[in-house]
């Protein structure tokens, strides 16, 4: 990641001043408890982390001191469930520890290796990482390299997902292309952590990125898990190709993170839903590759 943007723009501003005042608003109000204790609390959060470093890059990265703050939350009020163990729950309908959460990582950035699995294997927090099959030993140096999917995955708490091949939205793809960035990619990263790989996470996620046909794809390829990035905790009738998380970013400090667990963010999916029929604006440009 470019380490150079050390200053956050006037977006990455706006967006943490109106994150914080959705989060304060319904949290202080009692809307945020009434929802956590009739809906959310017997669900499952799937939290969305794209990058863990010192001075975050941008507004998907957050800083490794306010990631260990909010591990330690997560540690002391939640549940922690793998993702796999998730897929079990979701496929046998055996019901969900309260308060159950998941921890997950896109785009298999090497900081991920190098500043986040140190703070979860502190604390034994079990996580998954989407990795995007065709950054592996990525000349620039920023992704995850086969050999370092070895050796987290030589670990019981991390895990490895597609995160496609090219890294470029699932929705309106042809079959044959849609069924060699699934198909192509589990068998990369299969061959990279010797093991099987049969979670995934659209890429960007967003209502504009995924269709049904591509819902039907990650079945056909045999995937048990689809991530998006649609806000919201996820229950046992919720599809698990389709599963909902909650985003972490940059403007996320420990405060607003806590009011997060406590369901006053869950309302920003309206935030998900606006600007899924809007002209996608990416702040990360993770498809030159396709």
Same mark, same amino acid.
């Given at each position: 990641?470019?380490?150079?943007?050390?200053?956050?723009?006037?977006?990455m501003?706006?967006?943490?001043?109106?994150?914080?005042?959705?989060?304060?608003?319904?949290?202080?109000?009692?809307?945020a408890?009434i929802?956590?204790?009739?809906?959310?609390?017997?669900?499952?959060?799937?939290?969305?982390?794209?990058?863990?470093?010192?001075?975050?890059?941008?507004?998907?990265?957050?800083?490794?001191?306010?990631f260990?703050?909010?591990?330690?939350?997560?540690?002391?009020?939640?549940?922690?469930?793998?993702l796999?163990?998730?897929?079990?729950?979701?496929k046998?309908?055996?019901?969900?520890?309260?308060?159950?959460?998941?921890?997950?990582?896109?785009?298999?950035?090497?900081?991920?290796?190098?500043?986040?699995v140190?703070?979860?294997?502190?604390?034994?927090?079990?996580?998954?990482?989407?990795?995007?099959?065709?950054?592996?030993?990525?000349?620039?140096?920023?992704?995850?390299s086969?050999?370092?999917?070895?050796?987290?995955?030589?670990?019981?708490?991390?895990?490895?997902?597609?995160?496609?091949?090219?890294h470029?939205?699932?929705?309106?793809?042809?079959?044959?292309?849609?069924?060699?960035?699934?198909?192509?990619?589990?068998?990369?990263l299969?061959?990279?952590?010797?093991?099987?790989?049969? *979670?995934?996470?659209?890429?960007?996620?967003?209502?504009?990125?995924?269709?049904?046909?591509s819902?039907k794809? *990650?079945?056909?390829?045999?995937y048990?898990?689809?991530?998006?990035?649609?806000?919201?905790?996820?229950? *046992?009738?919720?599809?698990?190709?389709?599963?909902r998380?909650?985003?972490?970013?940059?403007?996320?400090?420990?405060?607003?993170?806590?009011k997060?667990?406590?369901?006053?963010?869950?309302?920003?999916?309206?935030?998900?839903?606006l600007?899924?029929?809007?002209k996608?604006?990416?702040?990360?440009?993770?498809?030159?590759?396709?």
């Amino acid at each position: 990641m470019d380490n150079s943007a050390t200053q956050p723009t006037s977006r990455m501003l706006l967006k943490r001043r109106l994150r914080r005042l959705v989060a304060n608003v319904s949290y202080y109000s009692g809307i945020a408890w009434i929802w956590h204790r009739t809906i959310t609390r017997s669900g499952v959060r799937i939290l969305a982390y794209h990058a863990v470093e010192e001075v975050p890059s941008n507004s998907f990265s957050v800083s490794i001191k306010n990631f260990e703050a909010h591990m330690a939350a997560v540690k002391e009020r939640c549940h922690v469930l793998s993702l796999g163990e998730l897929a079990t729950h979701l496929k046998t309908g055996s019901p969900l520890p309260v308060n159950s959460l998941v921890v997950t990582f896109d785009d298999g950035f090497k900081n991920f290796r190098d500043n986040a699995v140190p703070v979860l294997t502190r604390l034994g927090i079990p996580a998954t990482c989407f990795v995007i099959s065709s950054r592996l030993d990525d000349e620039s140096g920023e992704f995850l390299s086969r050999e370092d999917l070895s050796d987290l995955t030589s670990s019981s708490l991390v895990s490895i997902g597609s995160h496609s091949v090219s890294h470029v939205p699932m929705a309106g793809l042809s079959q044959t292309t849609l069924e060699n960035e699934l198909g192509k990619s589990k068998e990369e990263l299969s061959h990279a952590t010797g093991g099987a790989v049969d *979670l995934f996470c659209f890429p960007y996620g967003t209502l504009r990125d995924f269709d049904e046909a591509s819902v039907k794809g *990650l079945a056909d390829a045999g995937y048990q898990i689809g991530c998006t990035s649609i806000n919201g905790v996820n229950s *046992l009738s919720t599809n698990p190709l389709k599963l909902r998380r909650t985003k972490v970013e940059w403007g996320d400090d420990p405060a607003t993170f806590q009011k997060m667990l406590s369901s006053a963010l869950d309302i920003w999916v309206v935030v998900d839903y606006l600007t899924g029929f809007m002209k996608r604006k990416r702040e990360l440009n993770l498809s030159k590759s396709a």
